[in-house]
């Protein structure tokens, strides 16, 4: 087996509308598919693709899943970035930290899922 990479990160929604508003309006994040037969849009962060899913499209009695895996998304100012979306009223779940390495906090989408804003003090990103 060859492990080449990951292709997306995956969180479940039981409001897809709801879940592309915080996306692509609230965060800013690039919308560049949605399928609306499977329920499933897909984003452009970056380095990865950010695909949200309503599982109720598989199996109309499946509900969203919260918690387990989480997005780090990379930001050149994690305390400007908290206080432009403290401002749109997302839940912060971590207010913003410094460790040795970065700094960092964490909001909720509005499924409960947590996000992580992080900036490294190297410059780099994404490796």
């Not at 509308?17 to 329920?39: H, N, P, Q």
Request: a negative charge; charged letters at 25%.
């Amino acid at each position: 087996m060859n492990i080449r990479g990951a292709d997306f990160v995956y969180y479940q929604s039981n409001d897809m509308e709801k879940a592309i508003e915080f996306y692509r309006d609230t965060l800013g994040i690039e919308m560049y598919g949605y399928y609306e037969e499977v329920k499933w849009a897909e984003f452009n962060a970056g380095n990865v693709t950010l695909a949200i899913n309503d599982p109720s499209a598989f199996d109309p009695s499946a509900k969203a899943q919260t918690g387990g895996a989480a997005i780090s998304l990379a930001v050149e100012d994690v305390e400007e970035t908290m206080k432009e979306l403290e401002a749109k009223g997302v839940t912060v779940t971590v207010p913003s930290n410094e460790s040795p390495v970065c700094h960092f906090a964490c909001i909720s989408d509005p499924d409960g899922n947590t996000i992580w804003l992080h900036h490294r003090k190297d410059g780099s990103f994404a490796d």
